[in-house]
């Protein structure tokens, strides 16, 4: 459906906030120039509002909006384990995971895998997670924001995608992290606002529904089977979602890869003003999280109720569940439509310019600093800019080929860092807890969980994937443990010292923390 003129208006008018915005806090005082702590680390000053904020918009990207939906409609409310279970990592990230990270005053994760380690493992999750962000999160993010966009404006998916990279760019590559995550708190207010207007047309629109309260009611007595957290083995989608392993399994490594070890996440913690201010915004961050399905999940269900209705295009959602939101947002009347757009663009671009950054970080900071080490701050910032841009570039080519011929995007992404995750996990948790983890043990790990998912993946095919990083993880841990044991153990100056590190953390941090844990209790026992 065509945007009017009152949507572009409210379109233009957010984009031109945005950007300007961006270019205001970009500025820096006079006869200051950028340095890579400014562009990469936003000076290290972000407050905790800034931080949480900032997390929630790089994490709600299309793949989360699209592809939840999606599979709320072909799935149900399973799929909001991704989004509940993280709200409690994010706490014991703040908690244990900061002290330590904050404490190295490292720009990005392998830096401290070289401290913990070697150069060698440094060198070899460099380019892992400079080849993840480019050729998956980023064509992921881009090839389903431009579904989306495509369906609601007619343009050409390409065309959608090439103008939402160039947006994210414009807005990005000047001010770098600073900009990014300022702008950020109004991506997220956009984000939920536009979320929750999808949630409410759609859940009011359904026939014999009195308001999107009573629609709510309504979808829970109808379709009973799409609001159960815990699949049973006849379920289609078990292989996706093995009933109680998704709160057991394999789901908490994919958890602790993405919200602990993640560059593009874990990055608006180090550019933090100090370690209560990143924790108080991760405990910030895991509030927010908890809302996230009402506004990405909920809507793809009442898509199946409204489809049998006859109120949206159920062949359409039948062939390519991840076109759920994008037949949802052609439900908005002129005007909301235009914001409930700009929310999708908000949480796309933001995501983009992230990953962006992060890229443009860990390989600007981790592997050509190290081949030319000699240069001016001014010099990595300007590579820091190139390779984002050409990151973005790579990305658009990828977009179809990788992404564009698989049923579920938002699953797609996690096969894929799946086969890698156990041992990014394992790396990190052993390096912090473990005073005899070395560098073989490290490689153990991280090549022993590649081999070990790819034979499992083709050797054993029913068994759910979750369920085969959680055996990954597993094995790999013991046999990591087991070959450090046998080799030379780590230099006394590479050993995590915790013991004399405070994990003590403030009664508002502790406060937030159980509230959160209450909340995601009950919702777990009330759609058990």
């Not at 998956?136 to 998916?157: K, P, Y």
């Not at 990055?267 to 996230?292: D, I």
């Not at 990190?428 to 991280?446: E, H, P, Q, R």
């Amino acid at each position: 459906m065509a945007l009017e003129t009152i949507d572009i208006v409210i379109i233009a008018l957010y984009a031109l906030a945005l950007l300007g915005i961006a270019l205001s806090v970009s500025r820096e005082p006079a006869g200051h120039q950028k340095n890579t702590e400014d562009y990469f680390l936003a000076g290290r000053a972000l407050p905790w509002w800034a931080i949480g904020a900032s997390l929630i918009a790089s994490n709600i990207s299309a793949e989360q909006i699209i592809g939840q939906s999606g599979q709320g409609y072909a799935v149900g409310i399973a799929i909001a384990a991704y989004e509940w279970q993280a709200a409690l990592v994010l706490i014991i990230v703040a908690k244990y995971f900061l002290p330590i990270f904050l404490d190295k005053r490292i720009y990005t994760m392998p830096q401290f895998l070289k401290q913990r380690y070697g150069e060698g493992v440094k060198k070899l999750m460099s380019v892992f997670w400079v080849a993840l962000y480019t050729a998956v999160n980023l064509t992921t993010v881009l090839w389903l924001g431009g579904l989306a966009v495509s369906s609601l404006t007619g343009w050409s998916v390409m065309g959608s995608m090439a103008a939402l990279a160039a947006f994210a760019a414009l807005y990005s590559l000047y001010g770098g992290l600073k900009a990014v995550a300022l702008t950020d708190i109004i991506q997220v207010v956009i984000l939920l606002l536009g979320g929750l207007a999808i949630t409410w047309i759609a859940l009011d629109a359904l026939e014999g529904a009195d308001g999107a309260l009573g629609g709510l009611a309504l979808l829970m007595s109808e379709m009973p089977g799409h609001f159960e957290m815990i699949l049973d083995e006849a379920h289609p989608a078990y292989s996706d979602l093995p009933g109680i392993w998704t709160l057991l399994g394999g789901l908490w490594v994919l958890h602790f890869s993405y919200w602990g070890f993640n560059q593009y996440i874990i990055q608006r913690a180090l550019g933090a003003e100090n370690l209560a201010e990143a924790q108080k915004g991760l405990a910030f961050a895991a509030f927010l999280k908890l809302l996230v399905p009402f506004i990405v999940v909920i809507p793809g269900i009442a898509a199946v109720m409204l489809a049998q209705q006859g109120m949206v295009d159920g062949g359409a959602l039948e062939a390519r569940s991840d076109s759920t939101y994008g037949e949802l947002m052609g439900m908005a009347p002129a005007g909301l439509r235009g914001l409930v757009f700009a929310a999708l663009v908000a949480a796309i671009v933001s995501s983009l310019a992230s990953m962006m950054n992060s890229i443009s970080t860990i390989f600007t900071m981790d592997l050509y600093k190290d081949a030319r080490p000699n240069e001016s701050e001014q010099h990595y910032v300007k590579v820091g800019r190139v390779t984002a841009f050409a990151a973005m570039a790579i990305a658009l080519v990828l977009a179809r080929p990788f992404i564009g011929g698989f049923e579920s995007g938002f699953q797609t992404v996690q096969e894929y860092t799946g086969f890698i995750a156990p041992g990014v996990v394992i790396v990190f948790l052993l390096g912090f807890f473990d005073k005899k983890s070395n560098t073989a043990g490290a490689f153990t790990a991280l090549i022993g969980s590649v081999l070990m998912n790819v034979a499992m993946k083709f050797g054993a095919p029913d068994v759910p994937f979750i369920l085969r990083i959680w055996i990954v993880f597993l094995v790999a841990l013991v046999a990591a443990m087991v070959v450090s044991r046998m080799t030379a153990g780590p230099r006394d100056d590479q050993i995590v010292k915790v013991r004399d590190m405070s994990f003590a953390t403030s009664a508002l941090f502790n406060m937030l923390s159980l509230v959160v844990i209450a909340i995601l209790a009950g919702l777990y026992i009330w759609l058990w």
